[in-house]
């Protein structure tokens, strides 16, 4: 399909509600349309997997057709210089995350996590944390040692106070404790180091964390995948 019949269906799409809604949630809004995830979804499936066209749809600079190329790629066909250069173009919370999905799939995910952990651009290091909680939630047969290694990168990066970086660490800090019960009390010992750090940022995800990781229901999920 052509990219210009593809843009014209997603305007097609595109609400006015939608778009409004975007700077609410932290969303750049200057290259959106304004279409829902669900229907982006809806549509990248009727296109199928086309890593060709996943690149060339990324290089329209379109919010949601960034967005619609991440559910389109090859995690197999993805090079590590492509990843790249999407992770540098990113501009907002959602498109960081959507394309992690992909991005989490390929062999390079984990040297990514290691060398975007300590990046100066907001969401170059967002895609590091990121990227952490589609390995703890995706990938099963990963080892404990290797999140208990993320723990340390997280308690060392908890002192950063921007916004979509700061909740990255909390999310990922969550995700990891909630994998199996060896994990949720290395989490919670990591969560209490980081709260001693005294700095807003750290306390706050500290603070949202633990509560998570010490509440019931959540500590019944975690035993039962034990079972």
């Not at 809604?21 to 349309?33: M, P, R, S, T, V």
């Not at 982006?40 to 919010?63: D, F, M, P, S, V």
């Not at 060392?156 to 800090?173: G, Q, S, T």
């Not at 005294?198 to 964390?209: E, V």
Request: aromatic share 8%; net charge neutral.
């Amino acid at each position: 399909m052509d990219i210009s019949e593809i843009i014209a269906d997603l305007r097609q799409l595109a609400t006015p509600e939608h778009y409004a809604k975007l700077k609410h949630f932290g969303i750049e809004d200057k290259n959106a349309l304004g279409v829902k995830i669900p229907d982006l979804r809806k549509y990248a499936k009727g296109l199928g997997q086309n890593h060709k066209l996943a690149l060339e749809l990324w290089e329209t600079g379109i919010h949601e057709v960034m967005i619609m190329a991440s559910y389109i790629a090859d995690s197999k066909q993805l090079t590590e210089a492509q990843a790249e250069r999407w992770i540098r173009s990113f501009d907002s919370w959602d498109v960081c995350d959507q394309t992690c999905d992909v991005i989490g799939k390929t062999d390079f995910a984990k040297k990514m996590i290691e060398n975007y952990s300590t990046e100066n651009e907001e969401f170059v290091k967002r895609t590091a944390f990121v990227l952490m909680c589609t390995l703890a939630v995706h990938d099963k047969k990963l080892p404990d040692e290797l999140f208990i290694s993320y723990l340390d990168i997280i308690e060392r990066e908890a002192w950063d106070e921007r916004n979509f970086v700061r909740k990255a660490v909390n999310w990922a800090l969550r995700q990891i404790g909630k994998r199996n019960p060896v994990l949720r009390e290395s989490a919670i010992e990591t969560g209490e180091r980081i709260k001693a750090q005294g700095t807003k940022s750290a306390k706050w995800i500290a603070g949202d964390a633990l509560r998570e990781l010490h509440d019931g229901k959540i500590i019944a999920r975690i035993n039962s995948k034990v079972k």
